[in-house]
């Protein structure tokens, strides 16, 4: 499993760093590039339809509220850095896994 540069836990918040890649053909996790989680995303990058769509993607795939799905850093540039609220950890180790990354 790769190690990313920038996921940690902040208290009951993850902070997760992603590299997006809008105009996919579908939405999944590609898996690391250069420390953080490349995300094919289907929406493009304009108006901020990418940064929604990577909203709704994590909000689904871990199991919290869009609102807890916060950009914190990136909001205009492919490197984002993401705050998820209070996600229930074993939810997101399971879902780390699966995709073949791992988690401090």
Not at 4 to 26: F, K, N, T, Y
Not at 27 to 41: C, F, P, S, W
Not at 58 to 63: I, Q
């Amino acid at each position: 499993m790769d190690e990313m540069s920038e996921c940690h836990w902040d208290g009951d918040d993850l902070i997760v760093a992603i590299r997006v890649q809008p105009r996919a053909s579908r939405e999944k996790i590609l898996g690391t590039y250069e420390g953080r989680i490349k995300v094919a995303l289907t929406a493009p990058p304009v108006d901020g339809a990418a940064n929604e769509a990577l909203q709704r993607f994590l909000a689904k795939e871990l199991g919290v509220a869009l609102g807890c799905v916060r950009i914190v850093q990136g909001e205009q540039a492919r490197n984002k850095l993401m705050r998820i609220l209070k996600p229930d950890r074993s939810r997101v180790t399971d879902f780390f896994q699966k995709s073949g990354l791992s988690i401090p």
